[in-house]
Nanobody, 123 residues
Framework: QVQLVESGGGLVQAGGSLRLSCAAS????????MGWFRQAPGKEREFVSA????????YYSDSVKGRFTISRDNAKNLVFLQMTSLKPEDTAVYYC????????????????WGQGTRVTVSS
C-alpha cells in the first residue's frame, strides 16, 4: 500500500506562487504516472496536471497551462507542483495521486490518493 502525503499549501495573494510537494512511502513505488487534482468548495474534483514516471511526459489542464509546472524526483519518490501567477479561482484542496496505467487525465485511473493540502488565493 502506497501512502502519499502532500505539503506546501497555504494562503497566498493573487499573483503569488506556491510549491506543492508529494512524498510517497510504503509499498512498492512504481507508478506509471503521478498526478495532481484539486477540488474547490462546492465543485467536483478536477484534473490539474500529471507526469509519467519514467519518461517525464507532462500534462496540464487548460486552466493552469503556462502557470503551473509539474516535476518529479525519481530517486526520492517525490512529485512537485510549482504554481505561479495564482488566481483566486485556484483556491482548492490539492491532491496528489498515483496511477498504474495510462490515461492520466482521468481520476478513475488513479489508485492511491493523498489527503490533500489546502491552497487559498486571496484577491
Amino acid at each position: 500500500q502506497v501512502q502519499l502525503v502532500e505539503s506546501g499549501g497555504g494562503l497566498v495573494q493573487a499573483g503569488g506562487s506556491l510549491r506543492l510537494s508529494c512524498a510517497a512511502s510504503g509499498g512498492t513505488f512504481n507508478p506509471y504516472g503521478m498526478g495532481w487534482f484539486r477540488q474547490a468548495p462546492g465543485k467536483e474534483r478536477e484534473f490539474v496536471s500529471a507526469i509519467t514516471w519514467s519518461g517525464g511526459n507532462t500534462y496540464y489542464s487548460d486552466s493552469v497551462k503556462g502557470r503551473f509546472t509539474i516535476s518529479r524526483d525519481n530517486a526520492k519518490n517525490l512529485v512537485f507542483l510549482q504554481m505561479t501567477s495564482l488566481k483566486p479561482e485556484d483556491t482548492a484542496v490539492y491532491y496528489c495521486a498515483y496511477a498504474r496505467m495510462t490515461g492520466l487525465i482521468a481520476a478513475e485511473r488513479y489508485h492511491y490518493w493523498g489527503q490533500g493540502t489546502r491552497v487559498t488565493v486571496s484577491s
